[in-house]
């Protein structure tokens, strides 16, 4: 990423936030992510485990992947060294260009290069675009997050189920 201008990333990754919001809004805070964002990028370049891909046309950041290397603490491990891949964008107007692909393809490189052994990474699951993208490269389904809202007035005010316990 050595040269690109760090507003510009921040933006990018500021839209794929907005984006996941939009596919996951009962568990995302757009606010809170954006700011966690320009904390994790402004700290990018001191960070030796991280690397970010750019595709650009010119001075204009067309799109990104990030790369963040993970370390097993625990021996038993299968797998000692994995990296986790994160915000995936592609502005609308290069999609279809095969920018993630290869934004991809090199990111998956580098983190052999880097003695990696798996790659792992998170997703709305109603992604579609990056569910296909995704399984081109071999990534499947692992496991899978539910959520739901809990109204918080009716059971705080009525106490708990009486038929279940708390155990403290
Ligand atoms: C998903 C996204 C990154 C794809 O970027 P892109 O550069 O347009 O993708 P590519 O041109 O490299 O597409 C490669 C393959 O991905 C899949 N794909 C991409 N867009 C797709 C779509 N809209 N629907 C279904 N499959 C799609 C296809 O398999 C495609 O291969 P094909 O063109 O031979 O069919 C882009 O749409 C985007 O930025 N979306 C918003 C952010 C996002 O969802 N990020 C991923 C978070 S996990």
Redesign the pocket.
Known sequence: MRGTDLDAVIALDA??ID??HT?VPLISAPAVERCASRRYWAGMRRRRDSRAFV?ADGKALL?M?CVDVRNARNRRMKIRRWVY????????R???????????RHALAWAQRHGAGGAT????AN??????????FGFAVQEVMMARRLRQSALSARGADPGAKVVR
Do not use: F, K, W
Request: hydrophobic content about 50%; glycine content about 8%; charged content about 20%.
């Open positions: 839209a794929a984006h996941n596919l595709a799109g992947l891949l994160h915000s995936l964008y592609v502005e609308p290069a999609r279809g260009r095969r920018i993630a692909q290869r934004l991809i990474l998170e997703m709305a992604n579609d675009a990056a569910r296909a993208l995704y399984g081109r």
